[in-house]
């Protein structure tokens, strides 16, 4: 059972806008920062959204990321079939067992 | 370009212990680091973190008493040192850069992973 709450998985057609939602609590999300990660297949996980909002470099302004309390959110707009991945939210959780926690993962299918 | 490159991974039994390294370039290795691993179709799982100046480590209770997270900045070296390793800590694990000198949480940089594998 993870700290974070993501739906399982999500699908809309190429071109379309999806949204992956992320659900945690005072301890973590409240009150840190959180980051979005996207991992293809047999690949390492790769950064898309750092401090809540923030691209790095290199990533397309199609992915965005916001929060609101003690819930998160990744747009992917101009949907690809390149976008097929696993997304993961992750943050810090500030309880007495401080540590990184992260969301259980959404598997994304471009129909 | 940010690089972090691990190594030590590899079979092992039960009850036995690994040191896994993480040798990092391109940055200023003052940064927090930490190791997340992800077991074999699962998601991912933060392991550990250490802020830049050691000061400060946190660790999973699946791992508290077992795992050690340490580091060397003199040689941009990121360590950790698994012991009493169990089949659950089976999985690819990775190094990862925080954003911050502390903690936080957010990682902005990833190894491609050391695989270990606990089994008889």
């Known amino acids: 059972q993870s700290v974070l709450t993501q739906p399982p998985s999500v699908s809309a057609a190429p071109g379309q806008k999806v949204t992956i939602s992320c659900s945690g609590s005072s301890s973590n999300i409240g009150n840190n920062y959180v980051s979005w990660y996207q991992q293809l297949p047999g690949s390492a996980p790769k950064v898309l959204i750092y401090d809540n909002n923030k691209r790095p470099s290199g990533i397309p302004d199609r992915f965005s990321g916001s929060k609101s309390g003690t819930s998160a959110t990744l747009d992917i707009t101009g949907l690809q079939t390149g976008d097929e991945a696993d997304y993961y939210c992750g943050t810090w959780d500030s309880s007495l067992s401080a540590g990184g926690v992260f969301g259980g993962g959404t598997s994304l299918t471009v129909l | 370009e940010v690089q972090l490159l691990e190594s030590g991974g590899g079979l092992v039994r039960p009850g036995g212990s690994l040191r896994l390294s993480c040798e990092a370039s391109g940055f200023n290795f003052k940064y927090a680091m930490s190791w997340v691993r992800q077991a074999p179709g699962k998601g991912l799982e933060w392991v550990s973190s250490?802020?830049?100046?050691?000061?400060?480590?946190y660790y999973a209770d699946s791992v508290k008493g077992r795992f050690t997270i340490s580091r060397d900045n003199s040689k941009n070296t990121l360590f950790l040192q698994m012991n009493s390793l169990r089949g659950d800590d089976t999985a690819v694990y990775y190094c990862?850069?925080?954003?911050?000198?502390?903690?936080?949480?957010?990682?902005?940089?990833w190894g491609q992973g050391t695989l270990v594998t606990v089994s008889s």
């Open positions: 990862v850069k925080d954003v911050f000198y502390y903690g936080s949480g957010n990682f902005d940089s």
């Open positions: 250490i802020s830049g100046s050691s000061g400060s480590t």
